[in-house]
C-alpha cells in the first residue's frame, strides 16, 4: 500500500440506501459537496442523518448506491481516506483518564501529525483550553469537552470534518466562537457536513441543506429574500415532503 | 499512514498509561485471582488428602492439583480483564475514533492484546510464586520452561480473548456472553498449559513432556493471532 497523501475537492453521494434488517435507515440520497461548503442535515430524530454520517465517515457501507471521494470509491482508497476525514460524533471520542493535552497527542500519533507539540498548542489555544492542558477530561463540564472534542476531530487538518450536533451543551460565546471556526475552516478549503437541530446557530452558517425525512433527503431552498429563515424552509420542505 | 506495529504500540502505551492511573483492571485482576488460589487450595487440598493414599500418588495429585488452580485462576481473572479492557473503549465511543484513525485495523487489535498481556504477565509473575509456596510446587526445577508454558498459554487466551470481546463490544449482554463464547475455544490452550505445567511441577519433573505442551501452545499462539489478526477487521467493520 503506498503511504502518498491522498486527497479529493468534492464528495458524491449516488443513490445511497442503508437498510438495518427491514429498516430502511436511507433511502436513495442524493447528495454533493465540494471543498469550501458547509452542508447542513436537518431532520427529526431517527431520520438517517447518523446513518449518512456514519457512510460518508467509511464506517459503515451503504446497502445500495455509492460514496465518492474525489470521484473514488473509500475501498479503492483504503486507510489513507480516514487520515482526510474528521469526525465529530454525538459521542465526543475522548478518553476520560488522559489529559486534554494527552488525548490531543494521542489522536494526533495515531494520525501522523507532523510537528505534533506545536499543533496539539495550537488545538488548545483554538479551543481556549490552555489553561486546562493538564486536567483529565473527565472534570470536564459538556461544553468544554465538546471544544476538544472538535480540536480532536481537528487535529490531522482533515479534508472533509463530519459534525453531529455540533452545538449541544455550547453556551452562547461557545456557539459564536464554533460557528467562527467552522466559517474559518470553510474559508481554508474544508468540506464540512453536520448534522443538527439547532436551527438558529445553522442558520446563516451552511451554504446548503437537505431536509432528512424517513430516510429520504430533500434538498433545502437556497437562502434569500422573503424565502423565510432555515427553520421556516426546514418546515416548508417537510411539509411538501408528506403531502 | 503510519506502520501496525507502531500504531498498536501508540494505542497500548495509551492503555497502559490509563490504567496506571485508575489501577483498576491491575486490582481487581490480581485480587481476583488470589482469590481464585486460595479458595481452591483451602477446599481442595485438605479435603483431598487422605491416610490410606501413598506419597506418591499423593504427590502426582497435588502437582496436577496446583497446575489446574493456576490455570483456573489465569483464565479467570483474565477474563475479567478482557471484558473491562474494552469496557473502556464503549465508554464515548472512543473504539469507533480508532476505527477511523489511518491504521490498518489489526493494529488496534494488537494495541489492546499488548496490554492485556502486560496486565496478564503482571497477575502471572504474582500468582505463580503463591501457587508454589501453598503447593510445595518446584519452581525452581525448571524457571525457564515453566515461564515459557505460562507466558504461551497466556498469549493464546489473550489473543483469542481479545478478539472476542472485540466482538462483543456492541452486544447487550457481553458479560454473559463472553465467557460462553472463549472457553470452548480456549480449551486447548488452558489444557496444553495445565498439562505443561503439571509435567514441571511433578516430584520429578517430566521435561521432555512440558517442552511436548511448550511446543504446542507456541502452536496454539500462531495460530490464534493469524485468525485474529486475520478477522479482526472484518469483525470491527460495522
Known amino acids: ?243 | 499512514m503510519i506502520g501496525v506495529f507502531r500504531a498498536a504500540w501508540i494505542i497500548a502505551r495509551k492503555d497502559l498509561v490509563v490504567e496506571a492511573r485508575s489501577r483498576e483492571l491491575a486490582y481487581t485482576t490480581l485480587f481476583f485471582a488470589l482469590s481464585c488460589v486460595l479458595v481452591f487450595s483451602f477446599a481442595l487440598v485438605h479435603g483431598a488428602e487422605s491416610p490410606g493414599a501413598d506419597r506418591a500418588t499423593d504427590a502426582a495429585f497435588h502437582s496436577q492439583l496446583a497446575a489446574g488452580i493456576l490455570w483456573v485462576s489465569i483464565a479467570f481473572s483474565g477474563t475479567l480483564a478482557l471484558g473491562r479492557t474494552f469496557e473502556r473503549e464503549r465508554q464515548s465511543e472512543t473504539l469507533r475514533a480508532l476505527l477511523l484513525a489511518p491504521v490498518e485495523h489489526a493494529a488496534v487489535y494488537l494495541g489492546k492484546l499488548v496490554t492485556l498481556l502486560v496486565l496478564m504477565f503482571g497477575v502471572d509473575l504474582v500468582v505463580l510464586p503463591v501457587v508454589g509456596f501453598l503447593f510445595d510446587a518446584p519452581l525452581g526445577a525448571a524457571p525457564g520452561l515453566l515461564l515459557g508454558v505460562i507466558a504461551a498459554g497466556t498469549l493464546g487466551f489473550a489473543a483469542v480473548g481479545t478478539l472476542f470481546a472485540a466482538m462483543l463490544v456492541r452486544a447487550h449482554s457481553r458479560d454473559v456472553l463472553l465467557p460462553i463464547l472463549l472457553y470452548p475455544i480456549a480449551i486447548p490452550v488452558i489444557l496444553a498449559g495445565v498439562r505443561g505445567t503439571a509435567a514441571i511441577f511433578a516430584a520429578e519433573p517430566d521435561l521432555g513432556s512440558a517442552f511436548l505442551w511448550f511446543s504446542m501452545l507456541v502452536f496454539f499462539d500462531l495460530v490464534f493471532v493469524t485468525l485474529a489478526l486475520w478477522t479482526f477487521g472484518p469483525a470491527m467493520g460495522e
Not at chain 1, 427491514?22 to 447528495?31: I, K, N, P, T
Not at chain 1, 500519533?109 to 492542558?133: F, Y
Not at chain 1, 437562502?223 to 429563515?229: I, K, Y
Open chain 1, 1 to 243: 500500500m503506498t503511504d502518498a497523501v491522498f486527497d479529493f475537492r468534492e464528495v458524491e453521494v449516488r443513490d445511497v440506501s442503508k437498510h438495518y434488517g427491514r429498516r430502511r435507515a436511507l433511502a436513495h440520497v442524493e447528495l454533493t459537496g465540494r471543498a469550501g461548503e458547509i452542508l447542513g442535515l436537518l431532520g427529526p430524530n431517527g431520520a438517517g442523518k447518523s446513518t449518512l454520517l456514519s457512510v460518508l465517515a467509511t464506517l459503515m457501507r451503504p446497502s445500495g448506491g455509492e460514496v465518492r471521494y474525489g470521484g473514488r470509491l473509500a475501498q479503492e482508497v483504503g486507510d489513507r481516506l480516514r487520515g482526510r476525514i474528521g469526525v465529530l460524533g454525538h459521542d465526543l471520542y475522548l478518553y476520560g483518564d488522559l489529559t486534554a493535552r494527552e488525548n490531543l497527542e494521542f489522536f494526533g500519533r495515531l494520525h501522523r501529525v507532523a510537528n505534533l507539540k506545536v499543533r496539539v498548542d495550537q488545538a488548545l489555544d483554538a479551543a481556549r483550553l490552555t489553561d486546562r492542558a493538564r486536567e483529565r477530561v473527565s472534570g470536564f463540564s459538556r461544553g468544554l469537552r465538546q471544544r476538544l472534542a472538535l480540536e480532536r476531530s481537528l487535529i490531522h487538518d482533515p479534508r472533509l470534518v463530519l459534525l453531529d450536533e455540533p452545538f449541544t451543551g455550547l453556551d452562547d460565546a461557545s456557539t459564536t466562537a464554533l460557528a467562527d471556526r467552522l466559517r474559518s475552516l470553510r474559508d481554508a478549503g474544508t468540506l464540512i457536513v453536520m448534522a443538527t437541530h439547532d436551527f438558529d446557530s445553522a442558520d446563516g452558517l451552511v451554504d446548503r441543506a437537505w431536509c432528512l425525512q424517513s430516510g429520504r433527503a430533500r434538498l433545502l431552498e437556497a437562502a434569500g429574500p422573503g424565502l423565510g429563515s432555515l427553520r421556516e424552509r426546514y418546515r416548508r420542505a417537510l411539509v411538501e415532503a408528506s403531502a
